[in-house]
T-cell receptor, first 108, second 115 residues
Framework: GQQVMQIPQYQHVQEGEDFTTYCNSS?????IQWYKQRPGGHPVFLIQ?????EVKKQKRLTFQFGEAKKNSSLHITATQTTDVGTYFC????????FGAGTRLTVKP | DTEVTQTPKHLVMGMTNKKSLKCEQH?????MYWYKQKAKKPPELMFV???????INESVPSRFSPECPNSSLLNLHLHALQPEDSALYLC??????????????FGSGTQLSVL
């Protein structure tokens, strides 16, 4: 299957700062999904992006799918301690294998 | 009902034991998945079933044997495991495989320790 690279691996922010994680593919993706896994929990679906250039918002979270459908990003505005966890991208082109994830820690 | 139920939640087994992990969903999903997750690592795909047929086996050792007796149930039979097999085993389901229907619903997992 295709390989999706996710960066950064870790991000430590002060509460109130913004956070962004990126997924990049060498080939075009049919769609991409984002999941969040809280410490001690299981992955939970956040969103699916399908269209080129698509932007979706969920409160303080903004998800983007690149124009070429080869990259995607998740941006959190003004992080809160409840945002702590690991954010993964995954997609059907990669048989639902997960990216390496970005672990977000938030200092109150 | 949007739940995927996994049992047991915790399992400790010796290297000579035989045990089974169970996963159940009643959402009418026709694709079911097993993932293995080590601490601070991403979930690693093991097996995928589509319409009760095995469609992906990620070269998993034969000491792990999956079974999908019907569309609601998924089992993972364990035999002669090694200590390095200790991990969180996650089951997931999706409506179908393909055509953008792969939104995954995960169970809470089975934390397995092999002694």
């Amino acid at each position: 299957g295709q390989q999706v690279m996710q960066i950064p691996q870790y991000q430590h922010v002060q509460e109130g700062e913004d956070f962004t994680t990126y997924c990049n593919s060498s080939t075009t993706l049919s769609n991409i999904q984002w999941y969040k896994q809280r410490p001690g929990g299981h992955p939970v679906f956040l969103i699916q992006l399908v269209k080129s250039g698509e932007v979706k918002k969920q409160k303080r979270l903004t998800f983007q799918f690149g124009e070429a459908k080869k990259n995607s990003s998740l941006h959190i505005t003004a992080t809160q301690t409840t945002d702590v966890g690991t954010y993964f991208c995954a997609g059907p082109d990669n048989d639902m294998r997960f990216g390496a994830g970005t672990r977000l820690t938030v200092k109150p | 009902d949007t739940e995927v139920t996994q049992t047991p939640k915790h399992l400790v087994m010796g290297m000579t034991n035989k045990k089974s992990l169970k996963c159940e969903q009643h959402m009418g999903h026709r694709a079911m998945y097993w993932y293995k997750q080590k601490a601070k690592k991403p979930p690693e795909l093991m097996f995928v079933y589509s319409y009760e047929k095995l469609s992906i086996n990620e070269s998993v050792p034969s000491r792990f044997s999956p079974e999908c007796p019907n569309s609601s149930l998924l089992n993972l039979h364990l035999h002669a495991l090694q200590p390095e097999d200790s991990a969180l085993y996650l089951c997931a389901s999706s409506q179908f495989r393909g055509e953008g229907n792969e939104k995954l619903f995960f169970g809470s997992g089975t934390q397995l320790s092999v002694l």
